[in-house]
């Protein structure tokens, strides 16, 4: 195995135990609820916390992958997970401690993913990114299907408090592991990695992820042009502003809304409304994201060998992206205004999940339009938007429901907030998202001949 899968095999681990980090609120709510006498709208409030410093951290921290290296903030962001966690162990640990480990998890875990894509970034280069990209997307999905009855089990027999110390405990041994085994990649910025961070044995000149382990001068043509013929730095504005990021960014925050609604509010809703037992709630919560980590990885395949192959995209990019959002928020709405079971559970193992697509196609797209230096900066700031969307889907979907005139009544009026985000996401990513062209405009060299552009569409 080479040396830039392993990293990425690792970041997936970062990953799953990222998402279960999330996923554990959401699965022992009704004991929390139930164990602190607090309603929907004060557990939404709970949630909500994590993402109280979210953003900003997601914003500040990959500011410093400029200074810093990234195995290095990566390591620091697994610990301070497991720092937040263990708390709740404690048995007179209250709401309060809830919320102010819940604030530190999220000020910790806001910056994970943008510095994990900037560190696996720097093991491939661009034509070579879609896949990766996607395998550490999974890991959101596989890190909430691994939870799901992991977790549940634990507060069945262990009780709720101690879902909170399985994952802070799986964090330590993370942390482990990177330590041992962490490296920086060729193609990351020259200012975050060690010189003598080079080969240690011939590259396999047939798989071009190997190849990029080289030193920079024996790199091929389209490997060196990453860190030579690009700018090192433009104006981060004009990145900022043009079409491609803003709907990047707002198709993630939509899919980001939809994904966190699921994680904190499907338990609840499928005990509550649909009459399931924590067991089969927690079941099918895992189920759908597994069909999410199905999408995405299906979907970075099916880019990756296009890439291989110089096949050219039939949809411009982001408007293939753009169709399967709208075809998600179209299910979005009809798995919560149907009672039908054989109608609901279809639509969220099957057409709901490809919304996260947006989220592979945004990470690729917003680092096709940034210089190697500013990469990092701008994955964060992507981050720092579809972050929003966790924080304001916990406290507007507690407050409906429980202004509601009954509980099922609510879930109805925000799984159509959903549906209605999704599909305005779609539209505006299939016009206005064109990382090629907003790469030409900024500047940046086009893809080396024979490659294609690295942003996955639809096939």
């Known amino acids: 195995m080479s040396r830039a899968w392993r990293t990425t095999w690792l970041l997936l681990a970062f990953m799953l135990v990222n998402f279960a980090d999330k996923a554990v609120l959401g699965l022992a709510g009704p004991e929390i609820r139930a164990d602190f006498g607090i309603t929907r709208q004060e557990f939404g409030t709970a949630q909500s916390a994590f993402f109280a410093l979210f953003s900003l951290a997601a914003l500040g921290v990959s500011a410093l992958t400029r200074r810093v290296r990234t195995t290095t903030l ?3 962001l697994a ?16 709401f309060g401690t809830l919320l102010a480990t819940r604030v530190l998890l999220g000020a910790a875990e806001g910056p994970a993913a943008p510095v994990a894509m900037h560190h696996v970034h720097g093991w491939f280069p661009q ?3 879609s896949l990766p990209t996607a395998v550490l997307l999974v890991g959101a999905a596989a ?3 691994v939870a799901a009855p992991v977790l549940t089990w634990v507060i069945t027999h262990w009780g709720w408090r101690w879902s909170f110390g399985a994952v802070g405990l799986a964090g330590l041994l993370w942390a482990v592991c990177w330590r041992l085994w962490d490296a920086d990649g060729p193609l990351a ?13 011939a590259p396999d000149a047939r798989n071009p992820s190997e190849a990029a382990e080289q030193t920079p001068d024996a790199r091929k043509p389209y490997e060196a042009a990453e860190q030579t013929s690009m700018p090192r730095t433009v104006p981060l504005r004009a990145i900022l502003l043009s079409g491609t990021f803003l709907t990047a960014a ?7 809304w939809s994904m966190s609604t699921m994680l904190t509010w499907a338990p609840d809703y499928l005990e509550s409304v649909v009459g399931w037992d924590l067991h089969q709630a927690g079941a099918m919560v895992g189920l759908g994201a597994l069909a999410n980590g199905a999408v995405l990885l299906g979907h970075g395949l099916i880019a990756q060998r296009s890439a291989h192959k110089d096949t050219p995209p039939r949809l411009p990019p982001g408007a293939g992206a753009g169709l399967l959002v709208t075809v998600a928020g179209c299910a979005t709405a009809l798995y919560g205004t149907t009672d039908t079971l054989a109608v609901k559970v279809p639509m969220m193992l099957g057409p709901m999940a490809l919304a996260m ?3 592979t196609v945004a990470s690729t797209a917003c680092a096709r339009i940034a210089p190697p230096t500013q990469r990092g900066v701008v994955l964060g700031a992507l981050t720092f938007v579809y972050a929003l969307g966790g924080i304001l889907s916990p406290l507007v979907l507690g407050g409906m429901v429980d202004r509601a005139r009954a509980v099922s009544a609510g879930y109805e009026e925000g799984w159509l907030l959903t549906a209605g985000l999704l599909v305005t996401a779609g539209v505006l990513a299939a016009l206005f998202c064109r990382p090629e062209t907003t790469a030409r405009r900024l500047g940046l060299p086009e893809p080396a001949a024979g490659s294609t552009p690295q942003v996955p569409v639809a096939h």
């Open 74 to 76: 990566l390591l620091v």
């Open 127 to 129: 034509r070579e990114r």
């Open 357 to 359: 697509v947006m989220l």
């Open 189 to 201: 910025p020259a200012v975050t990695r060690k010189p003598h961070e080079t080969a240690e044995r």
């Open 79 to 94: 610990l301070l997970w497991s720092v937040a966690q263990l708390p709740m162990l404690w048995g007179a640990a209250g």
């Open 250 to 256: 707002f198709g993630s925050f939509a899919a980001y």
């Open 143 to 145: 890190g909430v299907a």
